[in-house]
C-alpha cells in the first residue's frame, strides 16, 4: 500500500533550526509537496521537490532523496509564529495526492 | 483577490439530515477537490473533478456527493448515509491535473467545520 510517516509532534525553541523528516512509499512518483497548516486553518503550498538535492526559499528549505523515498523540511531561525502542522504530500503514478498526518511543530520561547 | 471560498464556517447537523458544503474558486482553476480532515490523520480524497461536468471519486466517497456543472462552483452534499461525518472539510483547486508541479499544486480554502448533533 501506499504510506507517509512523519513525526507525530515536535519541539524547538525560538530561534533555532530544526528538521522535520518525511518518508514515503507510493506507486510511482511525480514529486513531493510540503504544506504549513496553523490549527483550524487552511493548508497553504511551501514547497514541491521532484528532482534529487536541496530547494532554498527563505528561512525555509526543503530537500528530496528519491533513492532512499525521504525528504525533509528545515527550518531556520525559528519565530513563534511558525508553531503549526507541517504536511508532507507525495504525487503517485496516477497524480493523486498521497498525505501524511502531519507533525505538530510547537515553539517555545 | 483571487482565491477559493467556503461557505458556511461552521455547521451543525441532526443525524439523518443532508447537508451541503460550498466551494467557490475564482483562480480559473479546472481541477477542484474535496478532502476530509480527521484529528492525528492525513486528508482523505472525497472527490475530485478535472474539468467542468465530469468528477470521479476518491478514497472515501461513500456517503458523498458532487456535482461541477460550473468551472468556479464545486458544492459537496454530504448525505445521511455516511456514517460519521464529524469532521473538518476542506476544498482545493489547482490550475490542471496531471499537467505538471505547477499546475498541480493544490490551493485551499479555508474550510468547514461540520458537527453532526
Known amino acids: 500500500g501506499q504510506n507517509i510517516d512523519q513525526p507525530t509532534e515536535m519541539t524547538a525553541t525560538e530561534g533555532a533550526i530544526v528538521q522535520i523528516n518525511c518518508t514515503y512509499q507510493t506507486s510511482g512518483f511525480n514529486g513531493l509537496f510540503w504544506y504549513q497548516q496553523h490549527a483550524g486553518e487552511a493548508p497553504t503550498f511551501l514547497s514541491y521537490n521532484v528532482l534529487d538535492g536541496l530547494e532554498e526559499k527563505g528561512r525555509f528549505s526543503s530537500f528530496l532523496s528519491r533513492s532512499k523515498g525521504y525528504s525533509y523540511l528545515l527550518l531556520k531561525e525559528l519565530q513563534m509564529k511558525d508553531s503549526a502542522s507541517y504536511l508532507c504530500?507525495?504525487?503517485?503514478?496516477?497524480?493523486?495526492?498521497?498525505w501524511g498526518a502531519g507533525t505538530k511543530l510547537i515553539i517555545k520561547p | 483577490d483571487g482565491g477559493i471560498t467556503q461557505s458556511p464556517k461552521y455547521l451543525f447537523r441532526k443525524e439523518g439530515q443532508n447537508v451541503t458544503l460550498s466551494c467557490e474558486q475564482n483562480?480559473?482553476?479546472?481541477?477542484m477537490y474535496w478532502y476530509r480532515q480527521d484529528p492525528g490523520q492525513g486528508l482523505r480524497l472525497i472527490y475530485y473533478?478535472?474539468?467542468?461536468?465530469?468528477?470521479q471519486k476518491g478514497d472515501i466517497a461513500e456517503g458523498y456527493s458532487v456535482s461541477r456543472e460550473k468551472k468556479e462552483s464545486f458544492p459537496l452534499t454530504v448525505t445521511s448515509a455516511q456514517k460519521n461525518p464529524t469532521a473538518f472539510y476542506l476544498c482545493?483547486?489547482?490550475?490542471?491535473?496531471?499537467?505538471?508541479?505547477?499546475?498541480?499544486?493544490?490551493?485551499f480554502g479555508p474550510g468547514t467545520r461540520l458537527t453532526v448533533l
Open positions: 473533478s478535472q474539468i467542468v461536468n465530469d468528477f
Open positions: 482545493a483547486s489547482s490550475m490542471a491535473y496531471h499537467g505538471g508541479p505547477s499546475t498541480d499544486t493544490q490551493y
Open positions: 483562480l480559473n482553476h479546472d481541477a
Open positions: 504530500a507525495a504525487l503517485d503514478s496516477n497524480y493523486q495526492l498521497i
